[in-house]
Nanobody
């Protein structure tokens, strides 16, 4: 099994930055794609960003492209989400996810991920 623990959330003013971290433990050698999703109150969970096992391939939701950057340090079993130019609409609980299988195409859908963290709250004030 794999456990994921997120950190780095908080309250920030619009235009500010935060960096989220997600540390994996357990059978980390079995992990392939890792991603970030978010869920705002009253809305469905949505894809934010994903990275391949090597970190060489990344994908972003259109709403965060150019502002957020996903990266991965396999030596530390950690994936990061650097969030810049934050907007009030970025307010949500952010979840880290990991997949135990891979393909040529990055996983962008929640159902393709096998492990989830508990989430970390990000609140952006206007």
């Amino acid at each position: 099994q794999v456990q994921l623990v997120e950190s780095g959330g908080g309250l920030v003013q619009a235009g500010g930055s935060l960096r989220l971290s997600c540390v994996a433990s357990g059978r980390t050698g079995s992990l392939y794609d890792m991603g970030w999703f978010r869920q705002a109150p009253g809305k469905e969970r949505e894809f934010v960003a994903a990275t391949s096992r090597s970190g060489g391939r990344t994908s972003y939701a259109d709403s965060v492209k150019g502002r957020f950057t996903i990266s991965r340090d396999n030596a530390k079993n950690t994936v990061y989400l650097q969030m810049n130019s934050l907007k009030p609409e970025d307010t949500a609980v952010y979840y880290c996810a990991a997949a135990s299988s891979g393909s040529y195409y990055l996983y962008l859908a929640a159902h393709e991920y096998d492990y989830w963290g508990q989430g970390t709250q990000v609140t952006v004030s206007s």
